[in-house]
């Protein structure tokens, strides 16, 4: 099937897009040593596990299902093949009814807190697991965005300077908290450049240096916009092997964006073209009208507006930039459910497709039905150009959650 015969709304994940993406992360690896994990989170399409994993060092949970999924479609496809891949978690707080479980998929466990730590390290340890903290470097380098600031006052996540030397309360040796560690985990960029990650690194070194030289590891996190046209590559493998030179460590990256960003797109259709402005909007320089599609902002782009921000649409200006305007909003009830203003060099009419890009982070994982909204298929294209239906769902898949 060529793309333009997909039935609409679908998401199309491009599989030479993806690939491009995966070498850049393999570089990281194959000069700096450093080893990346799919951070499943932002992207969860595991027909292409075995692809990722051939170019990536495994993948990274943030609980019990993804962690199994990492297990059953990463590490034991490309087990068949000779390749080890490792399997991380890492979860705020572990329900004790899982663990057992997660310590058959996993790795290496990252915990959030002291008690976490005395909670379950032991257990992971006489597993033969790895053993993480994670701590909160209070080193805030992103505005705008606060909800993604692990660092903001009053974060649940990771375990500030101050919590970390309470918990050595009981001493350094044997059999405390402290000597079941294996190694330091932090997260507190999202789409971000090296220059940030290198502030907060001096920050973890500020803070959690003294500490560093009795680590096996460090893991960065995610947030890299290591695939991002422009990043300073060059700025990152610095901070890779200023932690491997100094400290002997193991240094991990665990991008989720970076996997798939720019490499997936939402084909959708219009339902409606209102013939008259729509209302209120009579003072703007340029006429506005209203289209319906048959995409939800709500439902199949949740990011958009909880982030919030603006998707790029193929063939589109910002409005007024082009003659027609319209307002994009979806088929739900809920007022807000709008994707934006956007312009076009022609009218659009019913039945026009529509292609909205870097849909492939944070979108099928996010998705939902409310309003019994249907979800869109997921197809891949590939490198041929061919595209492949993977999922299509139906009634069931709004019913079967209900
Ligand atoms: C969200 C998250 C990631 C991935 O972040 P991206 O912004 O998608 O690169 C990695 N590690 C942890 C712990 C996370 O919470």
């Not at 572990?94 to 663990?99: I, M, N, P």
């Not at 219009?270 to 003072?283: D, I, M, N, Y």
């Not at 199949?300 to 507006?305: A, G, W």
């Not at 007022?335 to 009419?349: E, K, N, R, T």
């Amino acid at each position: 099937m060529r793309f333009d015969e997909l039935a609409t709304p679908c998401y199309v994940v491009d599989e030479g897009l993806i690939q491009r993406n995966l070498s850049i992360l393999q570089g990281v690896t194959e000069r700096t040593g450093a080893r990346v994990l799919l951070a499943q989170k932002a992207f969860s399409m595991y027909a292409l596990y075995p692809m990722i994993g051939m170019y990536l060092c495994g993948a990274t949970a943030s609980g019990l299902y993804e962690a199994r999924l990492g297990a059953e479609e990463m590490v034991r496809p490309l087990e068949l093949r000779g390749k080890r891949c490792e399997n991380h978690v890492f979860s705020p707080a572990y329900r004790q009814e899982d663990f057992a479980e997660i310590l058959k998929y996993c790795d290496h466990i990252v915990f959030n807190s002291w008690r976490q730590v005395e909670k379950f390290a032991a257990d992971a340890k006489a597993a033969g697991r790895s053993v993480g903290l994670r701590v909160n470097p209070e080193c805030s380098t992103q505005e705008g965005h606060a909800i993604y600031d692990p660092c903001a006052p009053g974060s649940r996540m990771g375990v500030t300077r101050e919590e970390f030397a309470a918990g050595l309360f009981e001493g350094e040796g044997e059999g405390s908290p402290f000597a079941l560690l294996d190694g330091l985990h932090f997260h507190t960029l999202c789409e971000q450049d090296s220059d940030d990650l290198e502030k907060t690194l001096d920050a973890v070194e500020e803070k959690f240096g003294a500490y560093l030289s009795a680590m096996k590891w460090i893991n960065f996190g995610g947030g890299h916009h290591i695939t991002r046209q422009g990043y300073d590559m060059p700025r990152l493998e610095r901070c890779i092997k200023r932690m491997q030179d100094k400290y002997g460590l193991t240094v991990y990256l665990e991008p989720g964006e970076a996997v798939a960003l720019n490499a997936g797109f939402l084909a959708a259709s219009v339902l409606e073209v209102r013939p008259t402005a729509a209302s209120g909007t009579g003072s703007l320089p340029y006429g506005l009208q209203t289209v319906i599609l048959d995409t939800s902002a709500a439902c199949h782009m949740p990011d958009v507006l909880e982030m919030p921000y603006r998707p790029p649409l193929q063939g589109s200006g910002q409005p007024g930039e082009k003659a027609y305007t319209y307002r994009l909003g979806g088929p739900t009830c809920l007022a807000g459910d709008v994707i934006g203003d956007y312009s076009f060099d022609m009218p659009l009419q019913e039945g026009d497709r529509l292609v909205f890009e870097d849909m492939a982070i944070y979108s099928m994982v996010k998705n939902n039905t409310f309003n019994g909204m249907p979800l869109p298929a997921i197809a891949l294209k590939r490198k041929s150009g061919e595209c492949e239906i993977i999922r299509e769902f139906g009634y069931g898949d709004f019913k079967g959650r209900l």
